[in-house]
């Protein structure tokens, strides 16, 4: 392979699914229907929760928080990706594919922080309910908000820039629908060993760490519900557990298949569709689970609805 400084390389090309060309124009249809369900879901939560003084709560406002970032993860894959497959050959710039690859930690990290925090709001919601607003109160949700954030930033500041310092070897094609850390890893000429101990020590950090405690919190939640009186209510509360735990699974499992190794021996088409179960179907997703089955929402939308069918026939 032909050795080429970093700094040489001005863009890359992101081969998408070219190994299928007769599935392109479908995907491409699915994935467009997919984004525009993701966008509508999540902006319907936050108009919702930002307009309705009722829902302005933890559990809620832990949901809003969580569908900004499901936007913006969708709003920084998914248009490149409808690109790559429009386009036989699709380029990205070198800048361009950084800055994608920051957003992209930014917001899967922030997402895995958001959702541990949210499970322990629901345990302290289920499992101490006389002692929930003294263990949720408004410095405890703002300090949770701003940890996920903030560790969001950390977690995409430190490897980036230090990723833009490797020597990079040609062809520059990326192997991948998007410019992920470990597909952009391939392309690096020069020993990564310390840079792959820092990526795994991150990924069991911000990854595993909320995940096990996620599963530690619903496990609890799951016994506190098995002692409840009523057979309807213990079957609600498992349906809405089983859905958390789903979507939670999904999103962690890929990306700490993904990010654990980031030079391991998957297939690039593998790596493609573990990328996907995270970036497309998570934020699809999301809003159905978390969100418009619950009752307190459709309430909340149907009383918006009405405020605004009066506001027009005055």
Excluded at 12 to 28: C, K, M, R, V, Y
Excluded at 32 to 58: D, F, K, R, W
Aim: glycine content about 4%; aromatic content about 12%.
């Amino acid at each position: 392979m032909k050795r080429q400084n970093q700094s040489s390389v001005v863009e890359f090309i992101l081969l998408g699914f070219s190994n299928f060309p007769e599935l392109q124009e479908q995907l491409f249809g699915i994935f467009l229907v997919v984004y525009l369900v993701t966008l509508i879901g999540n902006a319907m939560i936050i108009v919702i929760i930002s307009l309705e003084q009722s829902l302005h709560v933890p559990l809620y406002l832990f949901l809003l928080n969580l569908s900004v970032v499901d936007v913006s993860f969708s709003a920084v894959i998914m248009p490149e990706m409808l690109v790559v497959l429009s386009t036989k050959k699709a380029s990205i710039s070198f800048v361009s594919c950084f800055a994608q690859m920051y957003f992209i930690l930014f917001f899967g990290a922030t997402e895995c922080c958001l959702l541990g925090a949210m499970a322990y709001d629901r345990f302290a919601a289920i499992c101490h309910p006389l002692s929930y607003p003294m263990i949720m109160n408004k410095s405890v949700f703002m300090k949770l908000v701003i940890f996920s954030w903030f560790s969001g930033i950390i977690v995409a500041t430190v490897p980036i820039p230090w990723m833009s310092t490797f020597p990079l070897c040609g062809p520059n094609e990326i192997n991948h629908i998007s410019c992920e850390t470990p597909a952009v890893l391939e392309l690096v000429c020069t020993n990564t060993f310390w840079f792959e101990i820092y990526a795994f020590i991150i990924t069991v950090l911000i990854i595993m760490v909320p995940f096990s405690l996620i599963l530690l919190s619903y496990i609890r939640i799951l016994l506190a519900i098995m002692k409840m009186p009523s057979n309807t209510g213990r079957q609600k509360a498992f349906s809405t557990c089983a859905s958390h735990l789903t979507s939670v699974t999904l999103f962690c499992g890929t990306a700490t298949m993904t990010y654990l190794q980031p030079k391991s021996g998957y297939s690039p088409e593998t790596k493609k569709v573990m990328s996907l179960a995270y970036s497309l179907l998570t934020p699809l997703l999301n809003p159905l689970i978390y969100s418009l089955r619950n009752s307190e929402m459709k309430r909340a939308l149907m009383k918006l609805w009405r405020r605004a069918v009066d506001l027009h026939t005055l």
